[in-house]
């Protein structure tokens, strides 16, 4: 599914984070250190090499909320954008720190200039927010902010699997459509 804001396309696909080579810039669900973890700071840290831990840990700690931007290193784009999401039930309030996720990640790409930038949905592996939930605030953030931006012209979501892509889809057109 494919739907636009303005001049941004907004899209959801089924797809690997390390493996997205038509955009500038594919964001990591960062721990605060920056340092490789598991699920997808893990897979980035492992795609980027040990060059992307080098350039991070100058940059660590962030804060809930928080996006800093470093090179991508071996992973096939320009740039990687660290955001800390929330721990479910743990960073209150929850719904404002996702929010600011994925409006500081928007940000720093348009502030570098960048047009296309990926997401996963962040916060809802180990940190335990509930998938519908954290779609909800992904996309209505994304909806908001996207007709404020200068330079990004399309916004990716890279989902692990088709359950994960048709909530997201789904909480899109919510999104869309109290705009």
Known sequence: MTDRVGDVTINCVV??????????????AA???????GGVAGAIH?????????????????????????????LPNQHVI??????YGLDKPAVEKLASC????????DENGLIAVAFPALSTGAFGYPMAEAAEVAMATV???????????TVRFVL????????????LKKALSAS
């Open 46 to 74: 492992r795609a980027a090499g040990a060059g992307l831990a080098e350039e991070c840990r100058p940059l660590a700690p962030i804060e809930p909320g928080q996006a800093v931007i470093t090179r991508a290193h071996n």
């Open 15 to 28: 797809g690997d984070i390390t493996r997205q080579d038509d955009v500038e810039a594919v964001v990591n």
């Open 160 to 171: 692990t699997d088709d359950r994960a892509r048709a909530i997201h889809e789904e909480a």
């Open 143 to 153: 909806v908001d902010v996207a007709p404020t931006l200068d330079s990004v012209r």
């Open 102 to 109: 994925y409006r500081e990640g928007l940000r720093v790409a």
């Open 82 to 87: 660290h955001c800390l999401g929330p721990v």
């Open 31 to 37: 721990n605060a250190e920056l340092m490789p973890g």
